[in-house]
């Protein structure tokens, strides 16, 4: 089941978790949920979404894949950076699902991280029963 995501900058944090907790079916009580984010250039993580650590961990992407660093994919689209800090973030997530809900800890939530926005982008849900 596909979700929309839109984006209005060019790095953003968006928390999807009820979206995705949406989408587990009525009736699997225990099972797998799969996130897949179907971009070469964002991903999809589990963290806290918290404003000072949305901040840290852009700052962290920032200084581990400058946006201005020669890239060579650059000649091409000019968005190398984002390729790759999409590679560190990963580009999906498999969440448990116990008695029909994802069985995510007190502080989790399902971020979908942007890298090269603004745009409209789909994420693409699985659940399996265990």
């Known amino acids: ?16 978790t009820s979206e995705v907790a949406a989408t ?13 984010v179907p971009h070469t250039t964002a991903g999809v993580i589990v963290n806290e979404n918290e ?9 962290l992407l920032q ?10 994919h650059d000649e091409i689209d000019d968005n190398a950076d984002a390729h790759l800090r999409a590679t560190l973030l990963g580009g999906s997530v498999s969440l448990p699902v116990e008695d029909g809900d994802l069985a995510l800890g ?3 939530s399902v971020m979908f ?3 090269d926005g603004p745009r409209t982008r789909h994420l693409r849900i699985t659940t399996t029963p265990a």
Do not use: A, H, K
Not at 24 to 36: A, H, K, Q, R, S
Not at 51 to 59: Q, T, Y
Not at 63 to 70: K, N
């Open 24 to 36: 587990v079916p009525t009736g699997l009580d225990e099972g797998l949920c799969t996130v897949f």
């Open 1 to 16: 089941m596909p979700i929309e995501v839109s984006t209005s900058e060019r790095v953003e944090f968006i928390d999807v």
């Open 51 to 59: 404003n000072r650590l949305i901040s840290d961990i852009e700052r």
């Open 113 to 115: 991280v942007e890298c």
């Open 106 to 108: 007190t502080w989790q």
């Open 63 to 72: 200084r581990l894949v400058p946006r201005e660093e020669g890239y060579e």
